[in-house]
């Protein structure tokens, strides 16, 4: 199994819509997640980080961590055609010296 | 201030020639990672350097790719013997250190084509 792991998509939802992106963690003792953004041909950027159970809002994003469950989520209110791109979740291999591990990415197609 | 910086943004290299991609982190970040991603693909990791520790060579495809870290800061990836599957997007990304809480930094890549 891998440590992070996400539905490849596409995912697509009509412009305004709310897109909830999701990603299961392995590493019980994880504490931190991001999530980044890569458009095609462009390097990630990190859009989100979450440090404890709960909710994040930042804008139109908010990040959802679960412990208990072990899955991290990312909702994107009032999709707009220019958030379409790949969505990657990071979380730290605490038996790795904390490296950081990404999913595999979930695309994202809003529509217009 | 100064992002992750990666030189050269892309390299053509015929089959059998070596190469090597730098890589210059933001200043004072100790963890530095290397990723390849191949067009329509996801993040391959290919090695973690954290400080003074021991590298994670985990990722490296094969023998002919190898990476260095000199005085904990700019980082090269060498790969000899190019050959035509090695064409990928070559990603660097340094945080603050090994502590969970630190979120990587990519640079821009280095878009190696091999022909």
């Known amino acids: 199994q891998k440590e992070v792991e996400q539905n490849s998509g596409p995912l697509s939802v009509p412009e305004g819509a709310i897109a909830s992106l999701n990603c299961t963690y392995s590493?019980?003792?994880?504490?931190?997640f991001f999530w980044y953004r890569q458009y095609s041909g462009k390097s990630p950027e990190l859009i989100m980080s979450i440090y404890s159970n709960g909710d994040k809002e930042d804008g139109r994003f908010t990040a959802q961590l679960n412990k208990a469950s072990q899955y991290v989520s990312l909702l994107i209110r009032d999709s707009q055609p220019s958030d379409s791109a790949t969505y990657l979740c990071?979380?730290?291999?605490?038996?790795?010296?904390?490296?950081?591990?990404f999913g595999g990415g979930t695309r994202l197609m809003v529509k217009p | 201030g100064a992002g992750v910086s990666q030189s050269p943004s892309n390299k053509v290299t015929e089959k059998g020639k070596d190469v090597e991609l730098r890589c210059d982190p933001i200043?004072?970040?100790?963890?530095l990672y290397w990723y390849r991603q191949s067009l329509g693909q996801g993040l391959e990791f290919l090695i973690y350097f954290q400080g003074n520790s021991a590298p994670d060579k985990s990722g490296l495809p094969s023998d002919r790719f190898s990476a260095e870290r000199t005085g904990g800061s700019v980082s090269t990836l060498t790969i000899q013997r190019t050959q035509q599957e090695d064409s990928a997007v070559y990603l660097c990304a340094s945080s603050e250190g090994g502590a969970p809480n630190s979120p990587l930094h990519f640079g821009n890549g280095t878009r190696l084509t091999v022909t």
């Open positions: 990071a979380g730290p291999y605490l038996y790795a010296g904390n490296m950081l591990t």
């Open positions: 200043s004072g970040h100790t963890a």
């Open positions: 590493d019980r003792g994880s504490q931190s």
